[in-house]
C-alpha cells in the first residue's frame, strides 16, 4: 500500500531528515511544507536528489491553533491530490516519530483498509458548553504571528475573555472595527462543530471528497474559520462529520498519534526523552507515530526508538525466514 505523508515543519532540519529516512520504504512519498517564517534553503539541502521528497511552492506564514494551520494543510493536500498516488494519506508534524517499523505501519493499514483515523472525541461540541461560545461563536483576531498574539472578540450576548479584549483595545491593538463585531452574530457553515486533535489519515477516497467539499464551499468555509480559535482542531473534523451523515461508507477509527497531555510539571504535550523509550514502545498497535520530540533536547530517544524498531524487524525476519 503506497502512502502520502504529508508534513507541516518549521525547525530542526536534520531531525526532519531523520523522520523521512526513518519512515522511506521505497512506497512511501513525502510532501512537506515549511512554515514561511523559516529559512527553507537549510531544509533543501537535507534532501538533494530525493525523488520521494517534495517541498511545495505555496508556503503560509503558519500560527500556533490558527486557520493559517489549516491553509498549510490544504496547500499539503492539493499537491497529493494532483501528483500523489493512490493510497493513505497520513499528516504528521516534523516533530513526530515512528514507534512501529514501516513493515508494522503497512500491516496496520492493510489490516484496517477502508478506516479513515481521526478523533471526533465522540460528538459535536455542545451549545451550552464553554467551548462552544469561544470556538465557534466568538471571533479570533491575530494580533501578530507570535504564538498566543490574539484576542478572542465575543458575541455580545455570549460573553467571553471580555475584560482581555477591552484592554487590548485601549492599548491600540484591536481596531473599533474588531471591537464591532461583537454585534454581529456569526453566520456558521454548519449545524455542528466537532474538534480533535489535529494529526489524521485519511483514504485516497476520503481525501478526494473532502478537498471536493472544500473547493465547492471555500469562500463560506474560509470566511467563517479564519475567525476560529483552533481551527486546526475543527476545520477537517467538522467537515468529515458532515459528509458522514450522508455517506455510510465513511467509517472511523481512532487516530494514529501517541501524544501525552497528562504529566505533571512539564510544558504540555510532553517533549519525550531517553528516559520515555517504556512508554512509547509499549503503546498499542494502533498508535503508529508520537509527537513530540526535539533532537537539540533530546537526540538519545531517537536512538533508542531507532535501535528498538530495528530489534523489531530482526525478530520479525526470524520468525518468517525473510525480509520483513
Avoid at 298 to 315: N, P
Amino acid at each position: 500500500m503506497h502512502k502520502n505523508y504529508i508534513i507541516l515543519a518549521h525547525t530542526n532540519p536534520e531531525q526532519l531528515k531523520r523522520l523521512v529516512s526513518r519512515l522511506s520504504d521505497g512506497c512511501s512519498s513525502f510532501y512537506i511544507h515549511i512554515d514561511k517564517k523559516s529559512e527553507i534553503n537549510a531544509f533543501l539541502a537535507c534532501f538533494e536528489n530525493a525523488a520521494h521528497v517534495t517541498f511545495i511552492p505555496d508556503r503560509v506564514d503558519c500560527i500556533w491553533g490558527d486557520f493559517s494551520q489549516v491553509e498549510a494543510t490544504l496547500n499539503l493536500i492539493n499537491e497529493v491530490i494532483s501528483g500523489g498516488r493512490e493510497g493513505y494519506t497520513i499528516f504528521l508534524s516534523g516533530q513526530d516519530y515512528p514507534i512501529k517499523s514501516n513493515r508494522e505501519i503497512n500491516a496496520f493499514l492493510e489490516k484496517n483498509s477502508g478506516f479513515e483515523f481521526i478523533s471526533l472525541e465522540h460528538k459535536p461540541i455542545q451549545k451550552a458548553h464553554y467551548l462552544y461560545k469561544e470556538r465557534v461563536e466568538a471571533y479570533k483576531i491575530n494580533i501578530s504571528s507570535k504564538r498566543w498574539d490574539y484576542v478572542i472578540v465575543p458575541y455580545i450576548f455570549s460573553p467571553i475573555d471580555v475584560k482581555r479584549t477591552f484592554a487590548k483595545f485601549l492599548l491600540r491593538k484591536v481596531s473599533v472595527q474588531d471591537l464591532l463585531l461583537s454585534f454581529k452574530k456569526r453566520k456558521q457553515p454548519f449545524a455542528e462543530h466537532c474538534k480533535g486533535p489535529q494529526w489524521w489519515a485519511f483514504s485516497s477516497n476520503t481525501l478526494h471528497k473532502i478537498h471536493s467539499y472544500v473547493q465547492d464551499n471555500k469562500e463560506e468555509l474560509f470566511s467563517y474559520y479564519k475567525h476560529t480559535i483552533y481551527s486546526d482542531e475543527q476545520f477537517f473534523h467538522t467537515i468529515l462529520w458532515e459528509l458522514m451523515k450522508r455517506d455510510p461508507d465513511i467509517r472511523l477509527k481512532d487516530y494514529l498519534h501517541y501524544i501525552n497531555w497528562e504529566r505533571e510539571g512539564v510544558e504540555l504535550p510532553v517533549t519525550f526523552d531517553r528516559n520515555d523509550i517504556e512508554e512509547l514502545v509499549s503503546q498499542p498497535e494502533d498508535k503508529l507515530f508520537a509527537r513530540k520530540f526535539d533532537a537539540r533536547y533530546d537526540a538519545e530517544i531517537l536512538d533508542k526508538l531507532d535501535k528498538h524498531l530495528q530489534q523489531q524487524c530482526i525478530a520479525a525476519k526470524d520468525r518468517n525466514g525473510k525480509e520483513p
